[in-house]
């Protein structure tokens, strides 16, 4: 016999975890279910992490990306105050909304074991820092942010979990396969693991689930938006290269548009001191990275994403199976992760085992294989890249050592974009989209603030 439930979400990333809270949270009688593909948060485990196996075997579901706080769970969790980045959920609310959700998502992780101390960007040395940067046509993007730290951000999902199991129906391991929009009202889940069925939905399935997603919702006959993919690679360089700008301003984002093309080409996710890891999207090894607070724990290096964004035009609507595409040629050449010294590639040589050796930059994925990026990006990407790498060059002398590590391919799939009210509700009505997966969110911040904005409408309804 099918389960019942007054709202089933799907996933419990981020976004997934902040509706269920707030929901439970307002209407302690509410019965929540949330189905999760992946494992709890303390069972979650990746066999590379193990030591099990050195590279990745495509588990069903991936340990690293699935499971109770999603894709953020071994993140060092940088929680950023701003909706310049990390999201497009301006375009359903106004800024300032946005701004109080994202304060509200921050207090309930203070609740449950955050650090209250804040990076601030108001400093006399971060405006001497923008200013700098735009001398090199840089432009810094800056907001307040709280590092929470990978070990951190993990104690914290513990308590929430702790917390939310008590007041919530957890299924893991539990695949939706199916979204039916069922004729008398509501929705049925087909789940490899039987059947729910509910009043509101709310699907939050990241970018894990973003494929499937769309795939469901062309289905459903709701519209899907195109949206960006972004290419590129996870720079390693020596820490100190970067220390008097990651000291100053702990997540800053900056922007450079290319004079051979005038693509738009930014960095990304900074981890000073920190690691690249790899991590598996739908089968695909794609190259990350994040960093501890625990100074114990620290590497040499610190480490960035250099992402070019392209948005394509009718007819091409799957940036998606684009992105997916460029990354799986690095995984032919190298079996996963390709590595290469920036002195290589712009020297058209590949790296080697012999030639990696011989560098003053160790890398800290050491499961990634010395290669050429040439063979794997395309011509206009690698351009623009290294266009970029010289620009930094003059903010951060040594950008350009010939030792500087490169690792493809790094790329952020932003799922095709739902269309979405401004209550986050897909065109079927108690049915909504929240997260990275739904294409509107791309942090944690934003994230969980989506969470809580479609709790809350959900709420209003019930008490109206
Ligand atoms: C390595 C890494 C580092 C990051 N670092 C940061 C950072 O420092 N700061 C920051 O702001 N952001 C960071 N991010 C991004 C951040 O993690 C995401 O923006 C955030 O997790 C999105 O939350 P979400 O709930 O939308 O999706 P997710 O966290 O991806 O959660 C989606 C969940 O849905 C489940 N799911 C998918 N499909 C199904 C299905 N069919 N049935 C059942 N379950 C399903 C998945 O298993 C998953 O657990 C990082 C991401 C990664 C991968």
Not at 128 to 157: F, M, P, S, V, W
Not at 392 to 420: H, M
Request: glycine share 10%; charged share 20%.
């Amino acid at each position: 016999m099918n389960q019942c439930c007054d709202i089933a979400i799907i996933g419990s990333g981020e976004a997934g975890i902040f509706a269920a809270y707030e929901l439970v949270r307002e209407h302690p009688a509410l019965r929540v279910t949330v189905l999760e593909q992946g494992a709890d948060i303390y069972s979650r485990t990746c066999p590379i992490v193990q030591g099990k196996v050195d590279h990745c075997i495509q588990c069903k579901s991936c340990g690293t990306m699935c499971g109770f706080g999603g894709a953020g769970a071994f993140s060092d969790g940088k929680f950023n105050f701003t909706t310049a980045f990390g999201g497009w959920l301006t375009d359903y609310m106004d800024s300032a909304e946005v701004m109080e959700l994202i304060r509200y998502v921050d207090s309930v992780n203070v609740r449950f074991g955050a650090t209250t101390e804040l990076f601030s960007t108001t400093s006399p040395e971060a405006k001497a820092l923008e200013r700098e940067a735009l001398k090199y046509d840089l432009h810094l993007l800056q907001a307040q942010c709280k590092h929470l730290g990978t070990e951190n951000n993990l104690r914290i999902l513990a308590n929430i979990y702790e917390h939310l199991k008590e007041r919530v129906d957890f299924h893991f391991h539990t695949a939706v396969e199916q979204i039916q929009a069922k004729p008398e009202g509501g929705y049925r889940l087909i789940c490899d693991k039987g059947e729910f069925d509910c009043t509101y939905l709310i699907a939050a399935p990241g970018r894990s689930g973003a494929e499937w997603f769309a795939n469901q919702c062309k289905g459903l006959d709701i519209p899907l938006i195109n949206n960006q993919v972004d290419i590129g690679v996870r720079v390693e360089l020596p820490a100190i290269v970067f220390k008097h700008i990651t000291d100053v301003v702990y997540e800053s984002k900056l922007i450079y548009r290319t004079k051979r093309y005038g693509d738009q080409v930014r960095t990304f996710c900074m981890n000073p001191y920190g690691h690249v890891v790899a991590e598996n999207v739908e089968g695909i090894n794609t190259v990350n990275g994040h960093s501890y607070s625990d100074p114990a724990l620290r590497s040499e290096n610190t480490n960035f994403a250099l992402l070019v964004s392209n948005r394509f035009t009718s007819p091409f609507n799957e940036p998606y199976r684009y992105g997916k595409h460029i990354a799986s040629l690095s995984n032919m050449l190298s079996g996963g992760v390709l590595v290469q010294r920036f002195g290589d590639l712009v020297g058209g040589r590949r790296s080697n085992d012999h030639r990696m050796s011989k560098s003053f930059v160790q890398p800290t994925l050491k499961a990634a294989v010395p290669g050429d990026l040439s063979l794997s990006l395309p011509k206009r990407h690698l351009d623009n890249i290294i266009e970029m790498i010289y620009a930094l060059d003059k903010l951060a002398p040594g950008t350009a050592n010939y030792d500087t590590l490169l690792y493809g391919a790094e790329v952020k799939f932003y799922s095709g974009r739902i269309s979405l009210t401004r209550e986050l509700e897909t065109p079927l009505p108690g049915f909504f989209a929240i997260g990275d997966g739904a294409g509107t969110t791309r942090g944690l911040a934003q994230a969980g603030a989506s969470g809580i904005k479609a709790a809350r409408v959900i709420l209003n309804r019930l008490d109206g």
